[in-house]
């Protein structure tokens, strides 16, 4: 009787099964389970580990070692090759027998069956939510899910690779940096680089790679992050991560620190970055971050901190008040100051010390041309600008000056 009662069972979820997978090619969904060895080929992993006998989810059974095609994604039968182990299996539960535990292999947040694919089908057909398992962790980069599908491997695979290399994994545990593109972690990666080369620069030595990337982490990229999060531009862009908004939001930093520098204007960055991305959803983030006036904000309290930290001309001239109104000015500053101490080595016949020309070319070239400028009251017809920013402005323009006065005087 038992087992007339089992193969109704076994009908039922082969009918099932074969119901789930019309619908899933309808759709265009996955239906499939998870092939062990292909995830093994495609992840990198460091080791494995014995976690003994546990109880385990169901649903969190996503794959097997060597039956993946016999049984869809929930584990229903999708053949009959092995109906007679699958019937036997739910007769004993009839029985009220008690079954050996399974053996699974843990990756991440899932598991695969190793042994007994057919105790697990039997039991998420019974509605079981847990099943005893021996369990063998195998320790990778990345966390696998329930909703993982064939296709993520190779972004997974990618996300673990770029993980491993920069050692965020070891040296930020809690780090997620998963991008929707796999072929974008390159750019990540360079993005680390260049935070390294120019670290070197400023503290005048080398940087290790550990140092490196956390400096990156903790200094460039958590606090752009907190940023996106604090504008709510993740709730704009459900279907992107956090880092996906990262790496947009910086490259459109950087066109507009670029077309501020050429005075150009934000529609030469808006241009340029609908040029390199096409995808729609970058298009949206485009036409966002032109309504973002906090990107401005942004960029110019990033410079005037870099400009003040490298210059030290707070410590030098503790009354100086160099503030710029636009992002990417800051530069011209900067090369104003070295323009300055070269033309003072080449007076003096040698190097002079970087906080002397600092100081020297607040004294002999800032500070006089601002004191003009308040002297005749300039300011007054440029409320919405700053003594910098008149400084920058007339020392580019100088040479059409000259030239207008020497017309004058022809």
Do not use: C
Not at 101 to 123: L, T
Not at 135 to 148: M, N, R, S, Y
Not at 334 to 344: F, K, V
Not at 394 to 402: A, S, T
């Amino acid at each position: 009787m038992f087992k007339s009662l089992a193969y109704q069972d076994f009908d039922r979820a082969y009918r099932r099964a074969f119901w789930r997978k019309i619908r899933a090619w309808l759709t265009g969904t996955s239906n499939e389970l998870l092939p062990y060895d292909e995830v093994r080929q495609q992840l990198p992993f460091s080791g494995q580990r014995d976690l003994g006998m546990q109880t385990i989810p169901l649903d969190k059974i996503v794959g097997s070692v060597g039956r993946y095609r016999d049984f869809d994604r929930i584990f229903l039968p999708t053949q009959r090759e092995t109906t007679q182990r699958w019937v036997s299996i739910k007769a004993a539960h009839y029985e009220e027998k008690i079954l050996p535990p399974i053996e699974a292999y843990k990756i991440g947040d899932v598991y695969f069956v190793r042994d007994g694919n057919h105790r697990v089908s039997v039991a998420r057909e019974r509605e079981q939510a847990f099943i005893d398992a021996y369990v063998i962790e195998i320790d990778a980069p990345i966390k696998l899910t329930p909703d993982t599908k064939i296709d993520d491997l190779v972004q997974q695979r990618d996300y673990a690779q770029f993980m491993a290399q920069t050692g965020l994994i070891r040296l930020r545990p809690d780090a997620n940096l998963e991008l929707t593109a796999a072929g974008e972690y390159g750019r990540l990666l360079n993005h680390i680089q260049t935070h390294q080369y120019y670290l070197g620069l400023e503290e005048q030595r080398d940087i290790p790679w550990d140092e490196a990337v956390t400096s990156w982490y903790d200094n460039v990229y958590l606090p752009l992050v907190t940023l996106i999060l604090e504008h709510d531009l993740d709730r704009a862009f459900p279907n992107n991560t956090v880092t996906d908004l990262y790496w947009w939001v910086s490259e459109y930093q950087w066109l507009l620190r670029e077309a501020y520098v050429g005075e150009k204007g934000m529609a030469t960055a808006v241009a340029k970055l609908a040029e390199m991305y096409t995808d729609k959803a970058v298009r949206q983030v485009i036409r966002k971050l032109r309504q973002a006036t906090w990107i401005d904000a942004m960029l110019l309290e990033q410079e005037r901190d870099h400009f003040l930290e490298y210059t030290k001309i707070k410590e030098i001239r503790p009354e100086a008040d160099v503030t710029l109104s636009l992002p990417g000015k800051y530069d011209k500053l900067l090369y104003h100051i070295s323009a300055h101490r070269w033309y003072l080595g080449e007076e003096r016949g040698g190097d002079v010390p970087y906080e002397e020309a600092v100081a020297s070319w607040y004294d002999n070239a800032y500070l006089p041309l601002v004191e003009m400028i308040r002297e005749q009251g300039i300011m007054q017809s440029f409320p919405d600008r700053t003594e910098a920013d008149l400084y920058l402005w007339l020392v580019d323009h100088r040479q059409e000056f000259v030239e207008s006065f020497t017309d004058e005087g022809e």
